[in-house]
T-cell receptor
Framework: DAGITQSPRYKITETGRQVTLMCHQT?????MFWYRQDLGHGLRLIYY???????DKGEVPDGYVVSRSKTENFPLTLESATRSQTSVYFC??????????????FGPGTRLTVT | AQTVTQSQPEMSVQEAETVTLSCTYD???????LFWYKQPPSRQMILVIR??????QNATENRFSVNFQKAAKSFSLKISDSQLGDTAMYFC?????????????FGTGTRLKVLA
């Protein structure tokens, strides 16, 4: 599928388990981002990546790990899930270097529940 | 650090009427970008409108327009002729291109309901 996709769309996991959320984009955008959306907080940046093998922390990185071995994929791993990580997670991509719009394109989101 | 404030958690408007959503931000930067994103019940985030801070002219996109007041650090969104499909969560976002990072800072959102 063209665009940006996330999987799974819904996930229920138990406290302490490791879980990986997948993000895939077909535009070859250099930048990719992970956000979490919580009521009263809007969207907060977890991690971002400027290119393959280049990642950096955002506002709320604790408890999360990312990797980017290929330009098109940017998985987010919760190494030991906690209830406070129950949230909706959005992946986004953009190509700011060749576009002066700086628009970010968002995936459909993953609703994660940690019990 | 930059912050973005949306002081209206919820709003409602009658179909065909006009509504204005407010957004204020705090920054010491001079060159930056501001965005309004729409999130309908499907959860998909969609760009509504964008404003470059160096442009004095307010951006418009069909029924959507902004009132950008740089000195007041205000960036409100006006929706004219509201339609039922405008029912959504609206997020204001700030972005400063800096040192190769292009991170957005989002406000907490305004839930808009368009009434038939």
């Amino acid at each position: 599928d063209a665009g940006i996709t996330q999987s799974p769309r819904y996930k229920i996991t138990e406290t302490g388990r490791q879980v990986t959320l997948m993000c895939h984009q077909t535009w070859s955008h250099s930048y990719m981002f992970w956000y979490r959306q919580d009521l009263g907080h809007g969207l907060r940046l977890i991690y971002y990546s400027a290119a393959a093998d280049i990642t950096d922390k955002g506002e709320v990185p604790d408890g999360y790990v990312v990797s980017r071995s290929k330009t098109e994929n940017f998985p987010l791993t919760l190494e030991s899930a906690t209830r406070s990580q129950t949230s909706v997670y959005f992946c986004a991509s953009s190509e700011p270097r060749t576009s002066n719009s700086y628009e970010q394109y968002f995936g459909p989101g993953t609703r994660l529940t940690v019990t | 650090a930059q912050t973005v404030t949306q002081s209206q958690p919820e709003m409602s408007v009658q179909e065909a009427e006009t509504v204005t959503l407010s957004c204020t931000y705090d920054t010491s930067e001079n060159n930056y970008y501001l965005f309004w994103y729409k999130q309908p019940p499907s959860r998909q985030m969609i760009l509504v409108i964008r404003q470059e801070a160096y442009k004095q002219q307010n951006a418009t996109e069909n029924r959507f327009s902004v009132n950008f007041q740089k000195a007041a650090k205000s960036f409100s969104l006006k929706i004219s002729d509201s339609q039922l499909g405008d029912t959504a969560m609206y997020f204001c976002a700030f972005m400063k291109p800096h040192s190769g990072t292009y991170k957005y800072i989002f406000g907490t959102g305004t839930r808009l309901k368009v009434l038939a």
